[in-house]
């Protein structure tokens, strides 16, 4: 049973830094519920406002709908409450509500509804699977706007109005004219979220539009880097935040898009680099190189002597 209301939860998500952990797998490329305990553990050490439990980052889309499950109740058993526990659903409108119900029996706080499988569909369509999901579930709901799932401020409105229990809207597009009429739209009705790959180059502008939190992939394996970054954004620090992202994170993008579906490979490979190896990604993603985990291996390194280390 969830331990906050939609509305607590929305509220705790917005006041602080998310992250989605990776799903460790072992050498039979079965689900490694030791190695993700400790990663869990490790990680609530740290200020977190919320973990997002077989996410885009621990690789939902490669996970058994069964297997999600088991994430999500190892990681609300692992927690113990310290942190709200969040957790993917996504697919066709069935199986998605299958998956809510599953993440609420679990025990999670919330629910991060990922794109429908496959097909493109109109307003009309997205809102009745939107809907359908909300009302298999108390759990707060957030929808995750990206790829398929494109979802107006007009269809929103709607939403919320016939939905009390979808509290949050994640953008995943950087489609700023749609994100200010979203959120001059609905106001305070919603949370939201920026969920665009490598949160952390667009949370700066973001914040500006009310957007207060992000999902940070590299919180995972850089953990100090990735809240002594947040407070940055939040204190509107400038200096330290172009610090951060000329030292860090732009060349570690520039590692991530040599190759298709090295968003998640290389949180993978942090892990692997800081000594907590959770295995490699599953088909139909690829790991990195052996010469590419060195240069992020160096770049981890190099962050005690970067300028963000002495700005911040």
Same mark, same amino acid.
């Not at 069935?94 to 499988?117: N, V």
């Given at each position: 049973?969830?331990?906050?209301? $939609?509305?607590?939860?929305?509220?705790?998500?917005?006041?602080? =830094?998310?992250?989605?952990?990776?799903?460790?797998?072992?050498?039979?490329?079965?689900?490694?519920?030791?190695?993700?305990?400790?990663? =869990?553990?490790?990680? *609530?050490?740290?200020?977190?406002?919320?973990?997002?439990?077989?996410?885009?980052?621990?690789?939902?889309?490669?996970?058994?709908?069964?297997?999600?499950?088991?994430?999500?109740?190892?990681?609300?058993?692992?927690?113990?409450?310290?942190? $709200?526990?969040?957790?993917?659903?996504?697919?066709?409108?069935?199986?998605?509500?299958?998956?809510?119900?599953?993440?609420?029996?679990?025990?999670?706080?919330?629910?991060? =509804?990922?794109?429908?499988?496959?097909?493109?569909?109109?307003?009309?369509?997205?809102?009745?699977?939107?809907?359908?999901? *909300?009302?298999?579930?108390?759990?707060?709901?957030?929808?995750?706007?990206?790829?398929?799932?494109?979802?107006?401020?007009?269809?929103?409105?709607?939403?919320?109005?016939? *939905?009390?229990?979808?509290?949050?809207?994640?953008?995943?597009?950087?489609?700023?004219?749609?994100?200010?009429?979203?959120?001059?739209?609905?106001?305070?009705? =919603?949370?939201?979220?920026?969920?665009?790959?490598?949160?952390?180059?667009?949370?700066?502008?973001?914040?500006?539009?009310?957007?207060?939190?992000?999902?940070?992939?590299?919180?995972?394996?850089?953990?100090?880097?990735?809240?002594?970054?947040?407070?940055?954004?939040?204190?509107?620090?400038?200096?330290?935040?172009?610090?951060?992202?000329?030292?860090?994170?732009? $060349?570690?993008?520039?590692?991530?898009?040599?190759?298709?579906?090295?968003?998640?490979?290389?949180?993978?490979?942090?892990?692997?680099?800081?000594?907590?190896?959770?295995?490699?990604?599953?088909?139909?993603?690829?790991?990195?190189?052996?010469?590419?985990?060195?240069?992020?291996?160096?770049?981890?390194?190099?962050?005690?002597?970067?300028?963000?280390?002495?700005?911040?």
């Amino acid at each position: 049973m969830a331990r906050m209301t $939609p509305n607590e939860m929305a509220q705790r998500l917005g006041s602080g =830094l998310l992250s989605f952990p990776v799903t460790p797998f072992d050498r039979d490329n079965a689900f490694d519920a030791e190695r993700y305990r400790s990663n =869990l553990d490790w990680l *609530c050490g740290y200020d977190v406002a919320g973990l997002f439990a077989a996410g885009g980052t621990g690789e939902f889309f490669s996970l058994a709908p069964s297997e999600v499950e088991t994430v999500v109740r190892t990681a609300v058993e692992e927690t113990r409450g310290r942190v $709200p526990v969040l957790a993917g659903a996504g697919y066709g409108t069935e199986i998605a509500k299958q998956m809510a119900a599953a993440a609420e029996r679990a025990g999670a706080d919330g629910i991060l =509804l990922l794109p429908p499988y496959l097909v493109h569909s109109e307003q009309d369509g997205l809102a009745a699977h939107v809907e359908a999901v *909300c009302a298999a579930t108390k759990l707060g709901v957030i929808v995750y706007n990206r790829d398929n799932a494109i979802i107006t401020e007009d269809t929103l409105a709607g939403l919320c109005e016939r *939905c009390p229990n979808l509290v949050g809207y994640k953008d995943g597009i950087g489609d700023i004219e749609l994100m200010t009429r979203v959120h001059l739209r609905m106001g305070d009705r =919603l949370t939201y979220i920026g969920g665009l790959p490598t949160a952390e180059t667009y949370a700066l502008p973001y914040l500006e539009m009310g957007v207060t939190t992000y999902s940070s992939a590299v919180f995972n394996f850089v953990p100090e880097f990735a809240t002594r970054f947040y407070a940055a954004v939040r204190r509107r620090d400038r200096e330290t935040v172009q610090a951060g992202l000329r030292d860090f994170i732009l $060349p570690l993008l520039a590692i991530r898009n040599r190759r298709k579906g090295y968003a998640v490979s290389i949180i993978k490979a942090g892990m692997k680099v800081i000594g907590r190896d959770s295995g490699p990604v599953r088909a139909p993603l690829h790991d990195l190189t052996e010469a590419e985990t060195e240069q992020l291996a160096a770049l981890v390194q190099g962050l005690a002597r970067s300028s963000f280390a002495a700005a911040a």
